[in-house]
């Protein structure tokens, strides 16, 4: 409040806006998300759908209106990467502490991550690896001992992720590591390198259900997985999540144009988990689990055009720009808003409103320029 009171008095300071339509996603969705509340019945839902999402109007504000010199931008890249690693540090001491009293439950999923719930904070982890691959033998080229401290981070957060236990944690680190290793080791790359890598990634993966069992047992449910034969009544996260989507798609069939409000969405698929049966996910309260349906569900067609905009439309033009910071983000936001309904809780939305706001208004040739800053 007070640094809202001060960016009005000083207004003078503000330098003009950069518009482009990537910096104009997110004021406008949180703008629909207001025009949506103040049509739902359920006034305290909408309520909190605006509070939820406030930082979709003020991080772009404080980010496109305001100059940023790019030492305070890496400043904050680099707290964002160390306070994940001081945050799976402690986790890990944590599970240890537990583990010599007997209780080795907490090395593994929700017992494990204590701060936030794992699938968030793996997509956290993820994107730490993304900034220390891309940026920080750059930064601390002249700096050996920080650069090679980067390795160990790097080993600290990836273990993390496997602690997590979360399943879309552990697709989107096997899919962005090949590409992180391609662009580290760049100016190196030959048949031998990259056949000696392959080796090494394939014996990693093969040891997985030897060192990190418990995680790997997760997968089993994919597997086995039969849509037409799924228990109404079940709570595996798999599972339910068929019926939740069957339920949600049902729903925005019916209203795809305007959406049930974002006040009102989640009490229609209630009320349909109840006419249907799906006990399980009624006795939970579960969302749609995927952004793209929930926005969808709440707002209807503007609220999936939203959505489709922050992520595959952002990442294509990042790809295009080469901004690979940016391209990596809306490459994980999209991989887990098709699992999780993200942009429902506040960690889910200040990792989106920070990050993105902070990428689109500074490229990456900005952020690898040895002489900046």
């Known amino acids: 409040m007070l640094w809202a009171i001060a960016a009005v008095l000083s207004f003078r300071a503000i330098i003009p806006p950069t518009l482009t339509v990537k910096s104009l996603i997110l004021p406008l969705f949180f703008l629909i998300t207001v025009i949506s509340a103040l049509l739902s019945l359920n006034g305290k839902e909408a309520l909190t759908a605006i509070e939820v999402k406030l930082s979709f109007i003020l991080l772009p504000f404080l980010f496109f209106c305001f100059p940023w010199p790019i030492e ?12 994940n690693f001081i945050a799976s540090l402690l986790l890990i001491t944590r599970a240890v502490g537990y583990a010599i009293q007997g209780e080795t439950r907490y090395f593994f999923y929700m017992d494990f991550s204590y701060f936030m719930h794992p699938s968030y904070f793996a997509m956290y982890l993820c994107f730490s690896l993304v900034l220390l691959a891309l940026y920080y033998p750059t930064w601390f080229e002249i700096q050996p001992a ?3 401290m980067s390795w160990i981070y790097a080993g600290v957060l990836t273990v993390t992720v496997f602690l997590c236990a979360s399943k879309m944690g552990f697709i989107t680190l096997f899919l962005l590591v090949p590409f992180l290793l391609a662009y580290r080791f760049r100016s190196h790359l030959n048949v031998k390198t990259i056949s000696l890598m392959g080796v090494v990634g394939g014996l990693l993966f093969l040891s997985l259900p030897f060192i990190f069992p418990t995680t790997i047992e997760r997968f089993k449910s994919i597997t086995t997985l039969q849509p037409d034969q799924i228990d109404k009544a079940s709570t595996e996260s798999s599972a339910v999540r068929v019926l939740v989507w069957k339920q949600s798609l049902d729903l925005i069939a019916k209203k795809p144009l305007t959406g049930y409000g974002v006040g009102d969405a989640n009490d229609s698929l209630y009320t349909a988990y109840k006419e249907n049966g799906l006990t399980g996910a009624l006795d939970h309260h579960l969302n749609t ?4 349906l929930q926005s969808a569900l709440g707002i209807g067609i503007a609220g999936f055009i939203g959505v ?3 992520t595959v439309y952002s990442c294509i033009d990042a790809l295009r720009n080469r901004h690979y ?12 808003f098709t699992v999780e309904s993200m ?10 409103a920070a990050l993105y706001s902070l990428l689109v208004r500074i490229p990456h040739s900005a952020l690898i320029n040895k002489n900046s800053g």
Do not use: D, E, P, Y
């Open 72 to 83: 305070i931008v890496k400043r904050s890249l680099i707290a964002f990467v160390s306070g």
């Open 146 to 148: 920080l650069k090679k």
């Open 289 to 292: 689990h995927n952004q793209f």
């Open 308 to 310: 489709f905009m922050l």
């Open 325 to 336: 910071s940016l391209m990596a983000l809306c490459l994980l936001l999209f991989l887990n």
């Open 343 to 352: 942009l429902q809780t506040a960690s889910g939305v200040l990792f989106t």
